[in-house]
Structures are given as structure tokens and as C-alpha cells.
């Protein structure tokens, strides 16, 4: 039996970007369902996608490590990741762990799309 | 998870054996803090919290500690001792402190410097007040403790 938990990926466009909006949770269970989410817009060469976690509840470093290759990848093809609606747990992780200053972090999605 | 309720005693001391399948202890793990954070009455950031320090251990232990050992156990002990939760892991790894063999990431480098790895003891030791390991016969047992906030102290 495998069990995971919940994560859903929605996509959504906006002018700028494509937004994709994360509800569950990201840990070792399902790292896999984000990966999968984000390789079409990998594929397909996008310059900028912008994570709005804003209905993420929990996240674990092994969630962090998919954000930070996923942000490597979208750097290597001259594209940008960015980050944004972080609840205050999730804030603590980014801030501990220092992704705050290595990720693209912004308040809220408009904030994101207005520095883009 | 329908029968959980049955390991919470009531002295408020939980005890659970988690699998030595990561999806499955993780899965489980969730739900046992929830739970327990509601009967305990815990609130604000602890749950979560507690949640990511026994997650970053369990992950450890499932995917190193307990890979080659025949009959893994995991054992997870949660209480509330006035404004403390108490966190046990039991593993019947090899001896074995994560707490001071693992390396502490620099937290300092840029997106291509920055190593992928390490996070999780880092984890522990900033998301727990307290942390310490001893090998009691001849088990590996991780005690946490996290305190309650203001919130929680009614």
C-alpha cells in the first residue's frame, strides 16, 4: 500500500506568468505529483513561474529541496521561479533554512507578478 | 486512522509503532499530531512544528538507520507535561546520534552553491527547544521537547 499526502497543483495564467497554487502538503510522500506538476512548463520553456503557497499547510526539507532544484532548473533555462503567500509556519522554514535569500520571495501574488 | 483515538490514554500520553515505510510513518505521523495536537489542545505554530522535527527524524531513520535491519521497530511517545511536549523516537538501528554526526548546512549560500541535503537535523535543533539523544538498551531514543505558546497557557 502507498500512501501519500494530499497536494494539489492548480495552474493558473496571468499576463506575466504562470501561477501555480499549492493546497495540501509538500513533503517526502509526494515530492513526485510537484515534479510531475511543474515538468510540462519546464518543457515547454517558460521564463516565469511564480508558487503561490498560499493554501500549503506543511512542508518538510525534503519539499524544500524539490523548490530549490525546481528553481535551479527554471535558472538554467534563463527563467525565474518565484514564491509567494507564505503562512507563518511556512515563513519560519524559508527563514531558518536561508531559502528566504536564495529563492524569489514575495508577500502576496501581485507583489510577485510587480517585480517580475 | 479511524481507531487512533485508542492510543491516546488518559493520562494524555500517546504511543504509537510507525512502519519502516516512509509514505506510510509520514502519513501516519500527520495524523497522529493533529490529533494529538487537538486533545492536547495545542495551537499556533507547534503542531506544525512538531510535525517537521519528528518528520526530518523519521525520514532519517526509515531511509538509513533502519534500511538493513531485520525487524524495524519505530516507536513514537508524545506528551504534555504542563507547558512542555515531550517527544520520544525509538529506533532498533545500529547506535547512532544524528544530532551531533550529522554536518550543519551553510545556510548562507546562493541557488547553485547551496547544497541540496543536510536540513532536516538543522531542523531539529532550530525547531525544538531541546534535543538529545542516548542509546538505552540498545536502542537509539531521540527526546524533543517543544515549548507551548502563550496561546496554549490557559
Redesign the interface.
Known amino acids: 500500500?502507498?500512501?501519500?499526502?494530499h497536494l494539489a497543483v492548480r495552474a493558473e495564467d496571468s499576463d506575466k506568468a504562470t501561477v501555480l497554487c499549492l493546497t495540501g502538503?509538500l513533503?517526502?510522500?509526494n515530492t513526485a505529483i510537484l515534479e510531475a506538476a511543474v515538468a510540462g512548463h519546464l518543457e515547454a520553456g517558460e521564463t516565469l513561474l511564480l508558487f503561490d503557497l498560499e493554501n500549503l499547510?506543511?512542508i518538510?526539507?525534503?519539499g524544500?529541496?524539490v523548490l530549490?532544484?525546481i528553481?535551479?532548473k527554471m535558472?538554467a533555462q534563463s527563467g525565474k521561479a518565484l514564491f509567494c503567500g507564505f503562512s507563518?509556519?511556512i515563513s519560519?522554514?524559508f527563514e531558518?533554512?536561508?531559502f528566504k535569500?536564495?529563492?524569489s520571495v514575495y508577500r502576496g501574488r501581485a507583489d510577485a507578478l510587480a517585480a517580475a | 486512522m479511524g481507531d487512533l483515538a485508542k492510543h491516546v490514554g488518559d493520562t494524555g500520553v500517546l504511543s504509537i509503532d510507525l512502519s519502516p515505510d516512509?509514505?506510510?510513518a509520514?502519513?501516519?505521523l500527520?495524523e497522529v499530531v493533529e490529533r494529538f495536537a487537538e486533545a492536547e489542545a495545542v495551537a499556533g505554530?507547534v503542531p506544525?512544528?512538531l510535525?517537521?522535527v519528528l518528520?526530518?527524524l523519521v525520514?532519517n531513520c526509515v531511509s538509513y538507520a533502519l534500511r538493513d535491519v531485520p525487524e524495524p521497530q519505530l516507536r513514537l511517545r508524545l506528551r504534555r507535561c504542563a507547558n512542555v511536549l515531550v517527544a520520544e523516537l525509538e529506533d532498533n538501528g545500529p547506535a547512532f546520534d544524528p544530532l551531533t554526526e550529522a554536518s550543519t548546512p551553510d545556510?548562507?549560500?546562493?541557488?547553485?552553491e547551496?547544497n541540496?541535503?543536510g536540513?532536516?537535523v538543522?531542523?531539529v535543533k532550530?525547531?525544538a527547544a531541546d534535543a538529545e539523544y542516548e542509546c538505552v538498551d540498545g536502542l537509539n531514543r531521540i527526546t524533543l521537547r517543544l515549548n507551548l505558546e502563550a496561546d496554549d497557557n490557559d
Open positions: 500500500m502507498t500512501e501519500q499526502s502538503r513533503d517526502g510522500t499547510i506543511y518538510s526539507s525534503a524544500l529541496r530549490l532544484i528553481a535551479r535558472q507563518e509556519e519560519q522554514v531558518v533554512s536561508g535569500d536564495v529563492l | 516512509l509514505n506510510e509520514l502519513t501516519v500527520a505554530t506544525f512544528r510535525n517537521l518528520d526530518e525520514t545556510t548562507t549560500l546562493d541557488l547553485d547551496r541540496i541535503g536540513l532536516g538543522y531542523f532550530q525547531f
